[in-house]
Structures are given as C-alpha cells and as structure tokens.
C-alpha cells in the first residue's frame, strides 16, 4: 500500500456527490465531535488491537457499544461533516500508524559478499589458495626467497575481488528493484479533509478499499469479499439499525463493485485485515520464465565445464604420475609433490570456474533491472517482473478505444437538445425553447455525475470521468452552475455505470409530494430504446412517433460515422410506490423522455496511426475491443489503422453467442469489437490464448480485471483505470497511451536480445578458455596452464560481471521492431548466434595455440625464462583484446554488419569497455608475479591489439557465411498480416462473384428435352 495513505481520514470509497472543492462545506449544526476538538476534549482511547479484534471478526455488538459510528469518531477526533482537521493527521498517524506496510529488512552488502563467497567452487578455490600460500611461505623460508606464496596470494586476492565486485553488482539491482516495487505498490485514493475532497486521484467507482472501515452513508453499496472471506455473494453495506442484513464494515483490499459512499477508516497498515494477510504472505519473487530457462542452461554448462575439469584433472595427475615413474632421478620431495598436485587442483577448479557461466542468472537480472528502470520512464510501470520479457514475444494486442487510442479529452461538439439542433463553433439560438427544457438538462446532468471541479496551481478543472467532465463543461457553456443544482436535489438512489447497462442512473424527489425523478444517461441507442416520449424545445412531452425515431437514429448514425461517441440524455417521474415495486438489481428504465442526444468528439492521440502500423510490422496483430457503437468504432479503426480491407468487425451481443469452432474461424480476422462488455474482452483473450497467442490487453475497469488476469500481459490505465483494474494488471500505463504499449513491446524484445548477446559472448569465452586452458596445460611439461589461474580469474570477472553489465544496457533497436515475434518455446540459442560461437572459439583457439607454440619463431625470441614471460604476457594480453572486441561484436545478433551502430548512445557499455582497457594496461605493465606479466614493448602492443581486432574481420566473414536450416522446435505460426488479409479478402471476393455467376448460370439453365 502507498506510503501516501498514512492519515486517518475519513475515506470516500467511490466518488459519490460531494461538496465542490471550491465551494463551501455544508453547513450543520455542530456535531459532538466538533465540539469536543474545540474542548480539547482526549481522544485515541481505542488500541489498534482493539479496532482489529472488531472488525476480524466482524463485531456490530462491539460497534454499537462504542456509540456506532458516531462514537468511533470520537475517538479518531474526525467530524463526520468536514473529515479529518490537519492539526489532528499528525496525533492520528501516531496513534494508529500510516498505511504502508513496513519495508522488508533489505539484505546488506556484506550478507550479499558472504553469499557470493559460499559458491562452493569459489571456497574450494579458495582452500586450494590457502594451501598454497602456505606451502610458498615454507619454499621461501626454505630457499631464502620471496616469490613462492605470490601466486596463492594473488588467487585470494582475485577471489575477494570477484565477490566484492558480484556483491556490489547484487546489491545495486536490489535497490533498483526496491525502488520499482515501492513505485508499484503505489496507491490513491479519494479522502475528504477540512470539508473538501482531496485531489489524490482521479479515479471513480470501483476501487479496492484501502483500509479497514466502518459506513457512514451511501447509495446501493456492495463489495466483493470473496477474496477475503471466501464469500461468493456481492455483501451489501449500510447501517445496521436500518436493515439487520447490512454490513456496516469494510476489509482492505476488498473489492467494490457497485454503489457509492463513505466510510470512516479505522484500521491501516499492518493493523489493517488486508495488512496482516500482507505480512503473513510475504515471499521472495519468484523467478521469472526467462530467467528459469537460462538457469537450466547455465546448470548444463556447468555439468559440461566440470566434465571437462575432472578430465584435466585425471589427464594432469595421470601424466604426472608417468613422468616421476620414468624419471631416473630421486623421487622430489614430499613438498615439491605436494606443490605439484596442489597447482594441478587450482587449474582445473579455476576451469570449472570459468567454465560455470555465473553470469547468466545476472545478465537476465541485470537486463531486467535496466529495462523496467528505462520503462518506467517510457511510462511503464512493471508490477510484475516477467511482463517485460512477455512483452518481447507477444503477437496479439486487444485495446481499449477511449484514453488508449484517442485523448480522453471529449468535447460535445454536436447533439440534438430536445429538437434543437447543436453544433460547436456555430451560433446556436436556445432562446427559441422554453427555459424548462434547458433546466431539465441541467438537472439531468448535473445530479446525474461524479465529476467535480478543482483547483490545482491556481488553475480550475474538473476530475473524473471524461464523458461527465465534457457534459458539464456544455451545461455550463449554458450558464447553469452544476453546484447548486447538485446541492439543491436530495439524492435518493445511485446506479453507477455497468457495463451491462452501458448507462448511469440517479433517482431523487423530485416532481411533487410522493414523486421520484429518475435521471439516466447512457448508450444513445440502448438509452432511446428506453424512450416512448421526448420533450420539445416548447416544453411540451410528445410520443416518439416512427418517423421521429428513424430521424433520431439517423443522427446518431451520422454522429458515429464522424467518429464521435454519442449519449442520450433522458428522465422519467414515477411515484414512490412504483419505483419501490419496479426497482430490482438495476433501475426501472422504461417509458422514459428523451432530452438530449449529444456527440463527443475524443481525437485520435498524436502518434496512433504511426505506433499501430509499427505493430503490424511487428507482426502484432492489434485489435479493438470498445462499448462504443459499431459505427464509432469502425470510424476510429480506420483512422488509426487497425480495420483494413478484409478485417472483421463484430458487436459484443453476437460475439458471445458464437460457438467455440465458429471462434477460431472469426478471431484470426476479427479487428475490431464493438458495444463490448469485459466479459466479452475476457471470451477473446482466453480463446486467441489457446491458439497460441501471446495477448497483450488493455483494461481500466473494475469488471476488465478477469480479463487482464487471463492475458499474458495485462495493461492497465495509469489515470483512467480504477485499483482493481490495476491490481489485476502487470504493467500500469501512466500515460494511457498506445503508443508506451509499443514501447513496452521494444523493451521486451530487447530485454530478450540482451540476454542472447550475453550467452553469446560467454559461452565463446567458455569454449576458447578451457580448450585454451586444457590443451596448453596437456602439452606442458610442467602441466602448467598458458593462462595462468588468476589470469583467468581475471578473464572470468571480465566475462561474468563487465559483459553482463555493458551487454544488457543497449537500448532498443529501430530494427527490432521489424522483426516478427518469436515463439515462447524457441531456443536461447539461435543458428546465428551458434554460428558465430563455433567461428570465434576457433579463431580464438587457433590463435593462441599459434601464439604459444610459434611465438618464439614468429617474434624472434630466445628460448629463456625472460622471453617466456614476454611471450606468456603477449598470449594474455592477446587474448583479453579478442575478448573485448568480440564484446563489441556480439552487440549485433540478427543479420546486421555493423557491430558499432548504436554505441555512442550507450555510455554504460563505452565506460565499462574503456576502464576494462585501462585495467588490462596496468595488469601487464605492474601485475608482475601475481599475474605473470611483464611490460612489453609496443611493437608487442599493436600485436596483441591488432590480434584483438582481427575479431571484427572474422565475425564479419562469419555473418556473411550462410545459415543452416535448424529444425522446428514447436508449431508454426502463420501472422496475420495486412497483405494477408487484402489477399484473403481478394479471394472472398472472387469466391462470392463464382458462387453469383454460378447461380445465375443455374437460374437461366435451359429446359431440357424431356420437360
């Protein structure tokens, strides 16, 4: 839960009618609360145990002992009428805490270095050092000489750095990963403080409660506990004294799934039902399917690392053994053995060292950590790790319409206001109807509205739905003031939007003595079917004849086809009686009067049409799924580019009905959904689901959470979306925009790229370096490595940490979004990637064998322990510069040539490249005995540099080389394209003229003899 929610206040769960930001609070009598903050009267009596034993389980007895909710006030010092005072939030927070659950103990650098250091080959490794300290330390003390313990010495130090350097790394992706979650958990909501609500979110009904609770009014208030108490019925929540089946309290975390309200807050944080559950739940984050796969394959290589060690091990002991059985000299002595055997053990566990590839479970990390930090920025906010790289490969995008694909910034820009015809930007003479025709409008959508106005820098704007906002922004083009007329009416019941409506209801008195006004607004064909009568400009109610309702349908088809989403406004009396006795789950729409039929206009987002044909490029098969009528939707799908000739657009009602054979018929062309309910939405992700797609959808209400959850990679609305919505979701866009969906696409794609470059680049360093390793050693007549063990720890802190960290922060490519998905059961290691793995590893190989057993010959030099060391410091210094460039090739993977594209944009990869440089200059000029270096001339320098280079060449030859075939590791997928689609309509098109001329053929068959 957000740290933001720390005050006990007094909650609106649901928007609900409030007073008016700007506008006075309501004025009444002064209540007992008030008068006892004016006392100074002591509140707090109450213990946060106390108020949990009352609510979990739920108490009314205990309630209606403390006085209700009256005398729960009390104690909080919270008026009823105007909330929580500020001088009281600071007391309150110290009393019964703040809302966020306490922060998990972070795990600390040295128990990340401790961890680092129990890798069981790095404590052999280490032992094996030890043990060779001492034995150097006894060969000095023996000689008379100081260099026998260097080299354990240095494979200490070496190991310390690795661990310190792994630690560190851990360590900073921990705090990247705290500071997302903590975005993550992130939550607002709408409170009432000093008798005005408060603007921490814009968000309507529909949310999760954020604490516990107990009610203090509301209209048709009903949660879902499901979740909490395993109830499945909707629990309806009101005063107990009124009706005993009500519910008076609240549980985090619970769902509302109708009416509206408040509710006093009694229990946050830790304290609360939903907190408590929290903190007995807590675990670690479990891997992501990425990261599982790569951790197979690291365990494989590894397998085949240390098989390739013990053979050492068991070639070098083996070899030994023969040469002290054939040497005619005395036996060494026991120390010299021991020596012998020790450095045997300490190159073989350096192997499996290297050959362990410990950085792939980081490179996926590090790959995701960077990612989700950079997404973030793109208006991405992760909630759920394996999203991102879901992202990658996902091949079916279903979005919203309304806030996704257009602005949410909806102006009324044509309607009809009894017959009077509107259109914005032209002079519109009202002066013509009758002022109660233009009241009622008011009326009917003033009360009939959660929007509200707000003060924010000095500048006023309304919050909350943008259809309300557009409405109440005409009304007042009309010079009505929204606030009094919401004050003056006396609200009775609240029907919020469904789905299942498609409209909004409020009833209040209105109409005289016994009477009710029913007021709705909604869907203009669903609302107008409702209709029997409309009012006239004069005033006068007249029945909707045939001729009035094709007119009125025909503006409405005419409002669509210009892409505008159009409401009917209408309302209805009734006396009391009737409305009890006809008002059931919903309210009694029927025999209703048409004011106003009115188009909003909602543009399309800058940018739309260009982020929709980059999907399809992608093979992203991008659908609309929309509440708005076929003819909107079609209207918008064509601007944007998702309906193309051969596509399908079907409405909601028909949908459902079809059977699962006739789904997987119409799903692969269906583009756009219309009058859609989430229900719908949920139908289509789990079908396109089990034909193997990976689906991306977009929701921001409360019924879009089944459908988020069921799609592989839920979207949910940063702003227009509710909590539930958000819950459910594994990215929140904070933007709302279509556009950051494609960006989240790029991110996965290369969150998925990174990872490859890395297993590219480390398993052609594992290849060269225990052939390299074993071979040089085999030959040796001492069994001693031509890379020496902290040589190749050196190597090993360069392949393991450096590459992870500079190959996992390239940014997308523009090409990666040209590519078409990848299925989620292809391999991490592609024919290209084999390609290139098998061509350096032989280069690699081949030259440092060349290095090492023609050096001499080839630099002319004398075969003396001095020139030993110069060759031994070239084969190094050689082979760390053919690393360093293959690292700078392996920055390509798909058929591109130029290696260094891109890489001035990435200073991480540059810097980490430079100092690694730099590191390697000072290692041969100054690591001396520790790593078996010696400075070298420059002629020496440009060799081994220009051997480093040679890589670039290679690769390029190698890349040009062609592929082979590799065999399909699952189904293949045929993307639906937009040439496919025009081909397949094409041929509908010749199939429907074939099936016409055939019939036409038959129609004048001529009779034959026998007739």
């Known amino acids: 839960m957000a740290g933001r929610l720390g005050e006990k206040i007094r909650r609106l769960v649901g928007r609900g009618r409030h007073t008016d930001e700007k506008s006075s609070p309501p004025q009444s009598p002064q209540s007992d609360v008030e008068l006892a903050l004016e006392a100074g009267s002591v509140c707090y009596e109450l213990t946060p145990s106390q108020l949990t034993h009352m609510i979990d389980p739920k108490n009314p007895e205990a309630l209606s002992q403390l006085g209700g909710v009256n005398g729960l006030a009390r104690q909080f010092c919270v008026s009823l009428v105007t909330g929580l005072a500020d001088s009281a939030r600071s007391p309150s927070q110290q009393n019964f805490g703040k809302n966020t659950l306490p922060a998990k103990e972070p795990i600390s650098l040295w128990r990340m270095m401790l961890a680092a250091l129990l890798d069981k080959i790095l404590l052999l490794l280490t032992a094996a050092a030890l043990v060779s300290v001492g034995i150097g330390i006894y060969q000095d003390v023996r000689d008379g000489t100081l260099t026998h313990w260097i080299e354990g010495a240095a494979i200490l130090v070496a190991v310390v750095i690795v661990v310190l350097v792994n630690a560190l790394?851990?360590?900073?992706?921990?705090?990247?990963?705290?500071?997302?979650?903590?975005?993550?958990?992130?939550?607002?909501?709408?409170?009432?403080?000093?008798?005005?609500?408060?603007?921490?979110?814009?968000?309507?009904?529909?949310?999760?409660?954020?604490?516990?609770?107990?009610?203090?009014?509301?209209?048709?208030?009903?949660?879902?506990?499901?979740?909490?108490?395993?109830?499945?019925?909707?629990?309806?929540?009101?005063?107990?004294?009124?009706?005993?089946?009500?519910?008076?309290?609240?549980?985090?975390?619970?769902?509302?799934?109708?009416?509206?309200?408040?509710?006093?807050?009694?229990?946050?944080?830790?304290?609360?039902?939903?907190?408590?559950m929290m903190m007995a739940l807590r675990e670690d984050v479990s891997e992501t399917p990425l990261q599982v796969k790569l951790?197979?394959?690291?365990?494989?290589?590894?397998?085949?690392?240390?098989?390739?060690?013990?053979?050492?091990?068991?070639t070098l002991t083996i070899k030994y053994i023969v040469q002290l059985s054939l040497d005619s000299a005395p036996l060494p002595s026991p120390a010299t053995i021991l020596e012998r055997f020790l450095l045997i053990v300490i190159e073989t566990v350096t192997v499996v060292v290297v050959a362990v590839p410990e950085g792939l479970p980081m490179a996926v990390t590090l790959a995701?950590?960077?990612?989700?930090?950079?997404?973030?920025?793109?208006?991405?906010l992760v909630r759920v790790l394996s999203a991102c790289e879901t992202m990658g490969n996902a091949t079916s995008i279903c979005s919203d319409k309304t806030g996704t694909l257009t602005e949410n910034r909806m102006t009324v820009v044509r309607g009809i206001i009894s017959d009077i015809e509107y259109h914005a930007g032209k002079s519109e003479d009202f002066s013509t109807a009758d002022p109660s025709v233009l009241e009622r409008l008011d009326e009917a959508i003033s009360v009939n509205s959660t929007a509200f106005e707000s003060s924010s820098h000095g500048e006023s704007m309304f919050i909350g739905n943008k259809t309300e906002t557009a409405l109440l922004e005409f009304i007042r083009k009309l010079n009505f003031d929204y606030t009094a007329t919401r004050s003056n009416a006396k609200v009775i019941d609240v029907f919020p939007f469904a789905s299942e409506r498609k409209s909004m209801?409020?009833?209040?008195?209105?109409?005289?003595?016994?009477?009710?006004?029913?007021?709705?607004?909604?869907?203009?064909?669903i609302v107008l079917d409702t209709c029997n009568s409309w009012i006239r400009k004069s005033g006068r109610i007249e029945t909707i004849s045939l001729d009035d309702q094709r007119n009125l349908k025909r503006h409405i088809m005419d409002m669509a086809q210009e892409s505008l989403r159009t409401i009917a406004i209408a309302y209805c009396d009734m006396t009391v009686s009737q409305y009890e006795s006809r008002k059931g789950e919903g309210p009694p729409l029927e025999a209703m009067t048409l004011i106003a039929l009115v188009g909003i206009e909602d543009p399309l987002r800058e940018g739309v049409l260009e982020a929709v044909s980059t999907c399809q490029k992608a093979g992203i098969f991008v659908?609309?799924?929309?509440?708005?009528?076929?003819?909107?939707?079609?209207?918008?799908?064509?601007?944007?580019?998702?309906?193309?000739?051969?596509?399908?657009?079907?409405?909601?009602?028909?949908?459902?009905?079809?059977?699962?054979?006739?789904?997987?018929?119409?799903?692969?062309?269906?583009?756009?959904?219309?009058?859609?309910?989430?229900?719908?939405?949920?139908?289509?992700?789990?079908?396109?689901?089990?034909?193997?797609?990976?689906?991306?959808?977009?929701?921001?209400?409360?019924?879009?959470?089944?459908?988020?959850?069921?799609?592989?990679?839920?979207?949910?609305?940063?702003?227009?979306?509710?909590?539930?919505a958000k819950e459910a979701s594994a990215i929140v866009l904070l933007d709302d925009n279509f556009k950051s969906i494609v960006k989240a696409v790029a991110w996965g794609r290369c969150v998925n790229d990174s990872v490859r470059k890395f297993l590219q680049f480390q398993l052609t360093v594992n290849v060269s370096a225990v052939v390299i390793a074993f071979a040089s050693a085999a030959f040796d007549p001492q069994s001693r490595s031509v890379l020496s063990a902290v040589q190749l720890l050196w190597v090993n802190l360069i392949m393991d940490t450096f590459a992870a960290l500079a190959l996992a922060t390239d940014r997308p490519s523009e090409e990666i979004l040209e590519r078409f998905p990848e299925p989620s059961h292809s391999s991490l290691i592609t024919v290209k990637m084999t390609k290139m793995i098998i061509g350096q590893a032989i280069f690699q190989v081949a030259a440092m064998l060349t290095l090492l057993y023609a050096g001499h010959a080839l630099f002319r030099l004398p075969d003396e322990p001095a020139s030993n060391a110069i060759l031994g410091t070239v084969i190094f210094n050689s082979f760390v510069f053919m690393q360093l460039f293959?690292?700078?090739n392996c920055r390509i993977l798909n058929g591109g040539l130029n290696p260094f594209r891109g890489l001035l944009q990435n200073n991480i990869f540059i810097g980490i490249w430079v100092g690694t440089v730099i590191a390697q200059v000072f290692l041969v000029f100054f690591g001396g005995a520790?790593?078996?270096?010696?400075?070298?001339?420059?002629?020496?320098?440009?060799?081994?540099?220009?051997?480093?280079?040679?890589?670039?060449?290679?690769?390029?030859?190698?890349?040009?080389?062609?592929?082979?075939?590799?065999?399909?590791?699952?189904?293949?997928?045929?993307?639906?394209?937009?040439?496919?689609?025009?081909?397949?309509?094409?041929?509908?098109?010749?199939?429907?003229?074939?099936?016409?001329?055939?019939?036409?053929?038959?129609?004048?068959?001529?009779?034959?003899?026998?007739?």
């Open 169 to 276: 790394n851990d360590y900073q992706r921990e705090i990247q990963f705290r500071k997302l979650s903590e975005r993550a958990e992130d939550r607002l909501v709408n409170i009432l403080r000093n008798g005005k609500p408060d603007r921490l979110s814009i968000f309507d009904l529909a949310e999760i409660v954020p604490c516990d609770g107990v009610y203090i009014t509301g209209h048709n208030l009903q949660c879902d506990e499901s979740g909490a108490t395993g109830e499945t019925d909707a629990i309806r929540k009101g005063d107990p004294d009124t009706d005993v089946k009500l519910d008076p309290f609240f549980l985090s975390g619970t769902k509302v799934i109708d009416g509206t309200g408040q509710m006093l807050c009694i229990a946050v944080g830790e304290n609360s039902y939903h907190g408590r």
């Open 295 to 314: 951790n197979r394959l690291a365990e494989s290589i590894a397998k085949t690392g240390a098989s390739v060690a013990l053979l050492m091990f068991l």
């Open 368 to 380: 995701l950590a960077y990612a989700t930090t950079r997404m973030l920025q793109d208006n991405n």
């Open 505 to 525: 209801t409020t009833v209040i008195e209105a109409g005289g003595p016994g009477m009710v006004r029913i007021h709705c607004k909604g869907a203009s064909e």
């Open 623 to 724: 659908r609309m799924v929309t509440g708005d009528n076929v003819v909107t939707a079609q209207s918008i799908a064509r601007k944007c580019g998702i309906l193309m000739r051969g596509g399908v657009v079907m409405e909601g009602v028909r949908f459902r009905e079809l059977s699962s054979e006739a789904l997987e018929d119409v799903i692969p062309r269906l583009q756009v959904l219309a009058r859609s309910s989430p229900l719908d939405k949920q139908i289509l992700v789990r079908k396109l689901k089990e034909m193997g797609e990976v689906v991306a959808v977009t929701g921001d209400g409360t019924n879009d959470g089944p459908a988020l959850k069921a799609a592989n990679v839920g979207f949910a609305m940063g702003i227009a979306g509710t909590e539930v």
């Open 886 to 888: 293959n690292e700078i």
């Open 930 to 1011: 520790a790593f078996s270096t010696v400075p070298i001339s420059w002629q020496l320098w440009l060799i081994s540099l220009g051997i480093g280079i040679l890589s670039l060449p290679v690769a390029l030859i190698i890349r040009l080389l062609p592929d082979w075939t590799a065999k399909p590791t699952g189904p293949e997928r045929i993307y639906m394209s937009r040439e496919r689609l025009h081909w397949q309509a094409a041929i509908g098109d010749v199939r429907r003229s074939l099936a016409f001329f055939t019939a036409l053929r038959r129609a004048h068959k001529p009779p034959s003899n026998e007739d």
